[in-house]
């Protein structure tokens, strides 16, 4: 399998390539049998990051258990042997070490690649044995967090110490793995310098937030839709007075708010209990609180957030669709995934209740990728249908020299009730016209 423009790297992933030699017989059946006993006290980390004694105490005990006769030089090298294949990140431990990776993804044993300050590159300096070397490297970290990658488990989303975020899962294709490293969020004068935010689109964001509108934005993987919650629930553009419930499946949001109360959806353990991102939201709406914050709708939670939105909170989420209108019907579609009220009182509880929707863009070009605010739009409901009326709008005018789409982000005008929405509540919203992205 090859990938078109990836024939230069850089110069750090550029090396020769580290061959990964099979581990001894020995070694094998140390792993074997340690994988089968390992618990999470086995890697408390200490003062400098290293495992305690606990794991070297189980691998010296099965090695002492297999191989008794040998003498201490032989075992104390078989230990460190050990212990080097079940510290660290393995064969990623490089991209770990290196600024500006974002995201890494292995496919297989041998096909490595990572994206790092936008461009995609093959890893081949360093790779996985085999399968099973895959598999038990997934298995270790999993160990860590009180779960498994075993033979009864197909798939696992697990939080690194380090804060990134892994997904396994195994396919056809060898076993899967996506880790999305944590990075800063860009700041507000940096999203302006790249176009994509202007002084008149935060204006109105401004004011959406003062009027307390529900929106939400919409977009592709990496598009940004979290770096702008981030700060639009941040001061200045959310009053210090206002109570914030932000409900996540992993958190990421940490805005600069005084009263904010974070939730985590809790994953079912080995009795099968967990506490789910829709009993949160079932919870938050009984809570003394002015925002309610979902990280990203995936499911029957979208009923719940509109319920919300129509009953004096302000709600903000995102959702994955590559226009304004496919955000409308996912939004809808997840709603009626609940299964609890027909298609008219979905709509009904949408054009109530969300009023404005951000939709972004990250697209791929010669030099990596480009991101853009492709529109802010203002729901409305013309003729018993739902539609996206635009605010602002990019209008692409060509094509630029890395291949990205080059154009200006237009102001289309607000709606009349909108308008007069804004000024009974003595906001004001300056806009002029358009600039340039």
């Not at 070297?56 to 201490?72: D, V």
């Not at 702008?228 to 708010?257: N, T």
């Amino acid at each position: 399998m090859r990938f078109q423009g990836w024939n230069r790297r850089p110069e750090w992933a550029t090396t020769v390539p580290v061959q990964t030699a099979a581990p001894s017989e020995q070694l094998e059946t140390i792993l074997r049998d340690v994988y089968r006993e390992l618990r999470p006290h086995h890697f408390q980390q200490g003062e400098e990051g290293r495992p305690t004694q606990a794991l070297s105490k189980l691998i010296l005990n099965t090695i002492e258990s297999c191989y008794p006769q040998w003498t201490r030089e032989k075992k104390e090298h078989l230990l460190q042997e050990t212990l080097q294949e079940m510290t660290g990140y393995g064969p990623l431990e490089p991209l770990f070490h290196e600024e500006g990776v974002s995201d890494i993804q292995v496919i297989g044993p041998s096909l490595i690649h990572f994206t790092q300050n936008g461009k995609r590159w093959r890893f081949e300096q360093r790779r996985f044995r085999d399968e099973e070397h895959c598999r038990r490297f997934v298995h270790r970290l999993a160990i860590q967090s009180g779960r498994s990658f075993d033979e009864a488990t197909h798939e696992v989303d697990l939080d690194l110490t380090d804060g990134s975020r892994l997904h396994a899962l195994k396919t056809a294709s060898g076993t899967i793995i996506t880790i999305r490293r944590p990075s800063r969020f860009l700041t507000i004068d940096e999203l302006c310098r790249m176009g994509i935010l202007t002084d008149e689109i935060i204006e109105f964001l401004h004011a959406v937030q003062k009027r307390r509108l529900s929106w939400v934005i919409a977009g592709n993987t990496g598009s940004l839709k979290t770096t702008l919650i981030q700060h639009f629930l941040s001061r200045p553009f959310l009053p210090p007075h206002r109570i914030v419930g932000i409900m996540e499946e992993k958190r990421e949001l940490r805005p600069d708010h005084p009263y904010v109360i974070s939730m985590e959806e809790v994953l079912p353990g080995p009795n099968g209990e967990g506490y789910k991102l829709r009993q949160y939201v079932r919870a938050a709406m009984r809570m003394y609180l002015d925002v309610l914050v979902i990280g990203e709708l995936r499911g029957p939670e979208a009923l719940d957030a509109l319920r919300a939105a129509n009953t004096g909170h302000q709600v903000i989420t995102s959702v994955h669709a590559g226009s304004p209108q496919q955000a409308l019907s996912a939004l809808k579609m997840l709603s009626l995934s609940a299964g609890e009220v027909p298609a008219a009182v979905v709509d009904d509880l949408m054009a109530e209740g969300i009023r404005i929707l951000i939709q972004m863009e990250r697209a791929e070009g010669k030099q990596g990728y480009q991101i853009y605010l492709k529109s802010i739009c203002e729901v409305t409901r013309t003729d018993q249908e739902i539609v996206p009326r635009p605010i602002f709008e990019f209008v692409q005018t060509g094509i630029g020299n890395h291949g990205v789409p080059v154009g200006k982000l237009t102001f289309k005008g607000i709606s009349p009730s909108l308008a007069s929405e804004f000024q009974a509540w003595g906001i004001q919203v300056p806009l002029k016209g358009g600039a340039t992205a």
